[in-house]
């Protein structure tokens, strides 16, 4: 990753690359060359030089997800090298370029890898499970329509900007695939953090933070050992903090559910 | 036919609240009876499937993503415009009114953009209410900042990623309608026909991108929010995903397709570098605030280095050609002029194919912390993608096919042609005439998804009966044949050339006959060329694997065949419209200091096109565009 190619030089990479039919398949290495790869070929664009190379031939093409390709889609997954996105500091692997890679370089890449997150194709997986936690309670339960004037309730800045530093989490799931225990508190909590930090997200707090941590379970992700190995992959650079916050949140539902002030009723806790 | 867009008459201030008030409206314990289907979960889709889930009507929302969080309104990075005047500037609902059409090079329609106008407020509220972190000032009030085509500050932003943050929060109100049960969402999955029953849109035929079923839903009606087509240039800012085919299939179906050279190219992004690229990155148009553009004079200095090419050889031609706009010209204008300057054979960097935007002498008057504090994350983005320091040397920026203005025929209620087909966002054509403004690509399709589809849907949902079509009606049966029947074509051909080749060769076309210049000459070339492309197309692609399984080649083979055939229809349009208007600029067609010269007296209407078959003419349909309360005038930001 520190190897620096010049943008007009070639070179030919080697990818080992996890194949898998289908969830159901069982899944194996398999080698293939890059050739002709410029320092200014973007991670996926050199992929893509390989699938219509592999297509060329008749064989079947490397599926990966991938979408905005400026790193805010929140689409790519692919672990590079055992890192998810590849390394490069708060870098999507749509936005890592090849000159951060050296010729001859063996590179290799597997899919986000969880028990949340079933395999669908080669280095595509299912995140719906992320979905299922925002559906859970990530969201204030308001209407359209019938809300009160944007600036009827003042919100420091200080608490905004922590609300924006939580929000800009784009659900990639890099969090997930980094983590020994494959957590999701790092998303959730960033959730939980943002509409806990604002007055609008307050009314529903203790039941948002109960209701998500419920689904985390149900889900099967696991729980935070503070590896901190989350905040090291995560593309946007989201704080652990978060997930300290997420605690100490999930502990006030708690008190309040004792006081009779809510039942939140987290099984087994 | 003369296309009748069913705007409200009377007094423009009281247009929608009373046409709100004369619409029908269906009883709320009938809501439960009626099926919708809405296609695309960006901002428009987003916020439409989950209003008129908590309404209470059943809706089944689709996108080809695996998450509605992921639909490309997450780009838009400026900000959202609202007439709050919370800056007491000056602003009203009447000014942003006449900021949209007059930006729009008066070819929209003035009851829609003034509705649009009127609601822009209610969506501040709404996004705020919903947790959406916008901009605040020291006090806790919502911030705004300056924008293009304007003179107030109107736009609510949160950091770069306004668009982000904005269909988060139209991803967590369908995601709680998700939960409760009024909206079931089908990711993965891919519109590739419209079901029209006795000429009223009934039901979707779509693909499972991951099992490859094909399958018919029905519904009382469908709503296309399906974004916009600037893929057909193949190098764009849109999403790789992004394409024509929801609203190409139902034009084909019966649908009208308006406007579509209407055609946004963005004057800031980073040039293309290799053929080998797959898009364009867009970088906030707030760089022009501090960056100077410039050329080398001389064709010589042009692969020097910019540090060596002394200041009297260097040509800040925005600010020599628009001297009281200088670098903050309006995006048509000055993605003209950098083509124009490259054309001239005095553009920087790869194939001659970029500007300077320079920070020099804002880092010599500010120092670099405070340009780093302004724009630190795009010379961040900037670097990353070209390995280059913005602070050392100038950025290179070229123009990039950006929003699609055009789009499906509507009318105020935002149906289609077709009864039952609504359109909303970027996929319809209503607002933004011939070129849309800065900060109103966000603001329009959170308009249309929550406050206004609401209401109009029902006045149609009123007069037809529920569930009058089911899978097995034999429209359904029919449509899943063809699309079958394509699926299996385009698996069988087994040819030697990619679809990734077809789309780049038509998008290369399509940039250099149809993009920032157009003539008669170039247009006709593109018509004369597009069908060799598309019966080669049908000839010689090659796809792998099998209909039946998880296959991305084949998705992409079904969008470019789409792409193929619908860019003639837009050179046509474009051929057609003997005139210059905003994003559309004929080279015959403009006055002496490079400005569009519009045609008012032919030209000032919307064209709806009728799909007449594959490769044969479509048939013009024309909607006068009345402007009684903004009168005709030449557009001039000098």
């Not at chain 2, 008129?52 to 780009?75: K, M, T, W």
């Not at chain 2, 959202?80 to 007059?102: C, V």
């Not at chain 2, 080749?501 to 170039?522: D, Q, T, V």
């Amino acid at each position: 990753m520190s190897a620096h190619t010049s943008d007009d030089k070639t070179m030919s990479v080697k990818l080992i690359v996890w194949r898998q039919k289908g969830p159901n398949e069982p899944g194996r290495f398999e080698t293939h060359l890059a050739k002709g790869i410029t320092g200014h070929h973007s991670f996926l664009e050199m992929l893509d030089v390989v699938n219509e190379d592999l297509i060329k031939q008749g064989k079947d093409p490397i599926a990966f997800d991938h979408d905005c390709r400026e790193g805010i889609c929140g689409t790519c997954s692919t672990v590079v090298n055992g890192v998810p996105h590849g390394g490069q500091e708060r870098t999507t692997l749509c936005q890592l370029h090849m000159r951060k890679f050296k010729d001859g370089d063996a590179i290799y890449l597997e899919p986000w890898r969880a028990r949340a997150f079933p395999i669908i194709r080669d280095l595509v997986v299912d995140r719906g499970a992320l979905d299922t936690l925002i559906q859970a309670a990530g969201y204030v339960s308001c209407h359209t329509g019938g809300v009160p004037d944007a600036n009827a309730i003042p919100i420091s800045k200080p608490d905004s900007d922590y609300a924006m530093d939580a929000a800009e989490c784009i659900g990639c799931g890099a969090c997930v695939a980094a983590c020994p225990n494959g957590a999701a508190m790092l998303f959730a909590g960033a959730k939980v953090a943002q509409f806990a930090a604002l007055p609008q997200g307050q009314v529903e707090a203790p039941e948002r933070v109960a209701a998500m941590i419920n689904a985390m379970k149900e889900c099967g992700f696991g729980n935070c050992t503070n590896h901190y190995e989350c905040q090291a992959a995560c593309p946007k650079g989201i704080d652990v903090k978060f997930i300290a916050r997420l605690n100490r949140e999930f502990h006030k539902a708690l008190f309040k559910a004792k006081a009779g002030a809510f039942i939140p009723l987290v099984e087994g806790e | 036919m003369i296309l009748d867009g069913k705007a409200p008459t009377g007094p423009i201030e009281q247009s929608w609240d009373k046409h709100r008030f004369d619409m029908k409206l269906v009883n709320p314990s009938n809501k439960r009876k009626y099926k919708i289907l809405v296609v695309g979960t960006g901002l428009a889709g987003a916020s439409a499937a989950a209003s008129l889930g908590e309404l209470g009507y059943n809706v089944e929302a689709f996108c080809y993503q695996d998450s509605p969080r992921r639909a490309h309104s997450i780009a838009a990075q400026g900000g959202i415009n609202a007439a709050k005047n919370y800056p007491n500037d000056g602003d009203s609902i009447y000014r942003l009114f006449y900021d949209t059409i007059k930006g729009g090079d008066f070819r929209s329609r003035e009851a829609d953009v003034w509705r649009l106008s009127q609601v822009s407020n209610n969506i501040i509220d709404q996004c705020v209410a919903q947790g959406v972190p916008f901009a605040r000032d020291y006090a806790g009030y919502l911030d705004t900042r300056s924008f293009g085509g304007a003179q107030v500050s109107r736009t609510f932003y949160a950091r770069g990623q306004t668009g982000q943050q904005l269909l988060l929060g139209a991803y967590s109100a369908i995601s709680r309608q998700i939960k409760m049960g009024s909206v079931k969402l089908f990711p993965r999955t891919e519109m590739l026909d419209l079901v029209v029953v006795d000429g009223e849109a009934k039901g979707i035929t779509v693909r499972d991108l991951i099992t490859g079923e094909i399958r018919v839903h029905t519904g009382d009606a469908v709503v296309l929010a399906s974004g916009g087509y600037m893929n057909v240039f193949y190098l764009s800012t849109n999403a790789m995903g992004c394409s024509v085919t929801a609203i190409w299939e139902a034009h084909k179906k019966g649908a009208f397709f308006a406007n579509p050279c209407f055609t946004q190219i963005h004057p800031t992004c980073i040039p293309q570098a290799g053929d080998y690229q797959s898009k364009l990155t867009l970088m906030s148009e707030s760089l022009r605030n501090d960056g100077r553009i410039w050329v080398p004079k001389k064709k010589e200095d042009c692969t020097k280095p910019a540090n060596q090419i002394a200041e009297e050889d260097r040509d800040y031609y925005l600010e020599r050609k628009y001297p009281s706009f200088g670098n903050l010209a309006p995006r048509d204008i000055s993605s003209r002029a950098a083509k124009e300057q490259c054309d001239e054979g005095r553009g920087v960097g790869p194939g001659g194919r970029g500007v300077y935007l320079d920070f020099r002498d804002s880092i010599k008057r500010f120092g670099e912390n405070v340009i780093r504090e302004r724009y630190g994350n795009l010379f961040e983005m900037y670097e990353r993608i070209t390995d280059e320091n913005g602070y050392q040397v100038p950025m290179r920026i070229y123009p990039a096919p950006h929003y699609a203005m055009g789009g499906l025929w509507v009318d105020y209620n935002l149906m289609s042609n077709l009864p039952g087909l609504f359109v909303l966002g970027e996929a319809n054509f209503s607002v933004h005439g011939a070129n849309r403004l800065g900060a109103s690509a966000l603001m329009q399709g959170l308009a249309d998804g929550y406050f206004v589809i609401p209401y109009t849907i029902a006045n149609y949902l009123v007069q037809t009966k529920p569930g009058k079509v089911k899978a097995d009606h034999a429209e359904c049966r029919k449509s899943i044949d063809e699309v079958k029947g394509t699926m299996k074509k385009l698996l069988s051909i087994q040819g030697n050339r990619t679809p990734f080749e077809f789309i780049r060769e038509l998008g290369l076309l399509m940039w250099n006959n149809c993009g920032m210049a157009r003539s008669k000459e170039s247009l006709t070339e593109a018509i004369a060329k597009i069908p060799a492309i598309r019966e080669e197309f049908w000839k010689n692609v090659k796809v792998s694997g099998t209909g039946a399984e998880f296959n991305q080649q084949l998705e992409n083979a079904g969008r470019t065949a789409d792409f193929i055939e619908f860019a003639e229809l837009i050179c046509r349009d474009a051929l057609h419209r003997d005139e210059s208007c905003g994003g559309h600029f004929r080279v015959e067609h403009q006055y002496a200091d490079g400005e569009a010269k519009r045609n008012d007296a032919d030209y000032a209407y919307a064209a709806g096109w009728e799909f007449k078959g594959v490769g044969k003419e479509p048939e013009l349909h024309k909607e006068p565009l009345k402007f009684e309360n903004i009168h005709l005038a030449v557009r001039s930001y000098k």
